[in-house]
């Protein structure tokens, strides 16, 4: 679950870690007396849940108040096109409006978790307020990394080796040691699945400040942290991104027109595969998951038949924990609450198949049975 | 003929009376492995489908069954704690197929269980089958399978079946078949089950189904270089998927070169895989490799 | 240090852990109304740092607000003598006023720091309410451990594997695993050498309850736990452990009249075992620890000196870090803001031991030199 | 002749400019041992003494020096971090003489540098020292020490120096002198010390001191019984120390019968040790028991 930059600061902030002073307004109103507070001069900054914000035209400096409401004013209902978001953008519900910080350098910091150790890991680099992503490729040298322990937490002499590492000064390293440790409690006392600071900026006073901040919080940890669920602002989402996310599906809207329904995520990023070898364009992925009820895939299979980009649909179904007439069954369901003439191609193995086929084949629908992955993307490439 | 689990395997299941733990624990019996006892606090000195005892505690179980093997399904908010109690009695393999635990707490477990003398596959697999030894301790669908001298490894659940199907299609019977699981973080590595593989007789050649997001391919592929001598076949998923979506698993997040399926075939392929091209040939690919 | 039951109680309750409705009072009208609050009958327990308070008479129940009063009058301003304090007592300030409560089982649950596993661990027995000690030394069976790993915290299945072995209901083991994951908390927290609910009741209505709880802070910890300091309450320390605390010694008041100082726990234990065998009663044992200065020296020394129980002084200092001409320079200047005739015998080894005896010698002082152990305690033995 | 430290031991002290650090760097180099380096962030790229080079960090002490043991003098706050640098660098020998550590820092540390191959001794601890290879790494007064055939364990400092003292003065040399630290939770046991000079060649015989609270004697009986082949004299003190008192060690608190000084007499005396019956006959026992 992403949380928006003024939330990630409030966290951060409470953690000791400082940031600048700001204030999250709706209007130009607000706006234009948060940069009366913090002295007429301030940027704005687009609260959307996407990176590349900056570039987007999503962050602008006002140099009176005046100037900062005539921004906010620009900004605030709109949305924001960036190149992590789709060509609709994501709606522009806020802005940050935050004084303007004297900078002498900018450095990226970042907690993740990293599968090869088995643990979270510290990224720092001296190269922050870029793509990282990019530096990452190109200068792989420049990316410092560090393992935590789980056991230990973040330590002092970890800090220091960065610290000395990255070249700062006695001082600095001292206050980036302290950051980094209490980024870890943040990480681990929220269950994140990533902490970002990027720009973490030496400024103009020798202190070190986080100018941004994303914060994800691990969505299986949710149960446990109802608080943050409360940071969630769907509004980010996408209707069927939201849609499929209450009813407990894994699914990311993509470009094409060939709806995808899988169970497991192997086999949906195999399905996607084969449909574009085909010479198709996948609509979606999309994950019914492990023990989907008739409900659930009914539920499913009507997001697509709901979504007008989808012209076609393609299921593919393994049955192991889900049994193949369950997900038949769902399919017939949804069909016959909502009338559809689209192409659909299922294809049906494991647990109960030939029962599953039987519903379908008996249901009177326009549904063309495939045996073989190949077949299956050949099948819904073709027809129209 | 089969690396993990065999003919002496004695199976504990954690989370006997839950939904999919009972579900599975029968279809597991009934392919003929050796189920010896189930835990459900709270349900203890019951027995499963009137043979299998139930105890409220591992330990218990331990102490009256002797199990070798524990497959857990209880939910994820207590998952991590049931793989702590096999680790803490000393089962040597813990197989977690819950998924949706919190990865920290995958972590705190995962780092524990290193200090002890046991394994763990998973969480957020399918689980393993030896076809050959009638042992199968997973949610795979037993059927399609077929006994015989090639390994799988895998990430994914569903596209482990799909690769099976397509080798057993072919008359290509499998030694075991290991889901290694999907998330970020796993008890068992790809190298792990390579090593096991290699040190298996019964074992000929290996099918590993890897994906896009983090770096557990490049380290197989590390070890196939340095290590691993008998002809293995490899498909990557998600070559199809945009830079920057997340697909699913949790571990299939594309986040840097690295995770690209790009990188990751290009290091299998020159360490010496076989690249299976799209997800439609694995069985094709694998029987042209074992004439080769 | 040592905190009371009710500062234990508070913070147990704070971490969600079960406990009687209580006030802590200072007189006995206060006590008064406490009991009213608490529908008239109470248990008044004194509160001081000292095990063994019931069988002393530190713990009585009132059946009417009078009687409360009237039990708070008798003990409050007195000293409260238990096995565990001198002939002297512990001075009782407060009482806790406490509901009386129903009880069905007595348990007892502890955690306490295990050099053998190298952790902490937890204990619990059925034997509760009961001297612990003893149930150990005669019936351990009855005592059940798990030891508790850092990394990982106390787990639900070690709380379930010790309910099982107790015999507890389902209920019941459900809410001991909580009361034990949140002791543990509590334990890492507030870095407790020892946390200890004796009783841990399961009360008429079923449910689990610290009656009476201890909670011992390790001191070297105190350096991050400035909120707990304040916790401590001197007036239950002998004077002299005060002093000797604040000037940063390891000392313990004994009965005997030989006033031992010694560099190191292990010889201090060595110089008093030897002493006695000399025939000699020890009145302390005292270790000025590593690295003493010439000024720490001088105050423990006096500390010795203005003990009026000590009739002679044993000094035994082996140099290591601690140099025996600092050493001698420091028993210099005690004596000399300090007179006194009392007997000295002075032993002094390894580093600048020479220059050590140079300087008492030259002193003036009437002073005693040993070179061996048993030396040095037959010489303070027969003298007077 | 000698564990742990010997001629070839290169050795880093962390927090060598601190007052203590300073001071037991000096006499250790005086003593002869190989002092190669130093570790005091914000004073790298100076010098110690005029030769030993200082560093901002282990890593990179490590990466110029090679060290092979390191001496930590750092105060209690920060000591458990410089502990995990030692371990995070896979410093072989890591000798913690701070003391005053929390326990519960100590207890994760210990419990993470499990899985190092590293070897902690200490917390509170005075340091080892092998008087014939003339390598000290520790704070114990050098000059009471002779070369010889006997080891020496203890949990105390002074009271080391006390057995030493006593064996020296009677002609007795030592092969090693190791101090395993007084606090209740240290890296190393008595156990470890003991198969140690079990192995040890030069070492013929050996004496543990021991004391009240714990049970890290009868663990050491334990070993003795079943491992150890060399003839041990012991003395445990706090035999006077009445019940319930803590008496400075933090590790020297009678909890329980097994914390008793005559459990642990009786338990090493069963287990065939030699007993030191006071603090003064440590020599004139061990010479005995030579003797024998």
Redesign the interface.
Known sequence: MNIHEYQAKAILSEYGINIPQSKMVTNAEDAKSAAQELGGKAVVKAQVHAGGRGKAGGVKIGHTPTEVATIAESLIGTNLVTHQTGTDGAPINCVLVEEATSIKQEMYFSIVIDGATKSAIAIASLSGGMDIEEVAATEPEKILRVSIDPGVGFSPFQGRSLGYQLGLSDANIKAFSKIAANCYKVFIDNDCSLIEINPLAITGDDTLTALDAKIEIEEDSLFRHQSLENLRDTSQEDSQEKKSREIGLSYVKLEGNVGCMVNGAGLAMATMDIVKTAGAQPANFLDVGGGASQEKIAAAFTLLLEDSQVKKILVNIFGGILRCDIAAKGIVDACKNHKSDIPIVVRLLGTNADEGKSILQGSGLNIRLAETLIEAANLITTSN | MSILVDTNSRIVVQGITG??GS??AQRCIDFGTNVVAGVT??K?STLFMDSVPIF?????AVEKTQPNVSIIFVP???AP??I??AA?NEIPLIICIT??????DT??????I??KPVRLLGPNC?GIISPGDKCKVG???A??HKAGKVGVV?????????TV?QLSELGIGQSTCVGIG?D???GTTFADILEMFQNDPETDAVVL?G??G???EQ?AADYIKNNFKKPIAS?I??????K?????????VV???AALASEKIAALRDAGAFIIN???EIGATVEKMLNT
């Open positions: 939904k999919e579900f599975h606090p709270g203890g409220d505690t591992l330990e218990q994820a908010p207590f704690d049931a702590l109690e803490e998924e949706g635990l919190p990865v920290q972590i705190r477990v995962v780092r524990y290193e200090r399918p949610i795979m669908p059927s399609i895998s990430r994914s659940g569903t596209l482990t079946y799909e199907q999907g970020p973080v796993s189904i994906e896009i983090g770096t557990k380290l498909l998923v998600g070559q199809t998927a945009p920057g979506k997340r697909m699913g698993h949790a571990g299939a986040t840097g070169p799209t997800p439609s």
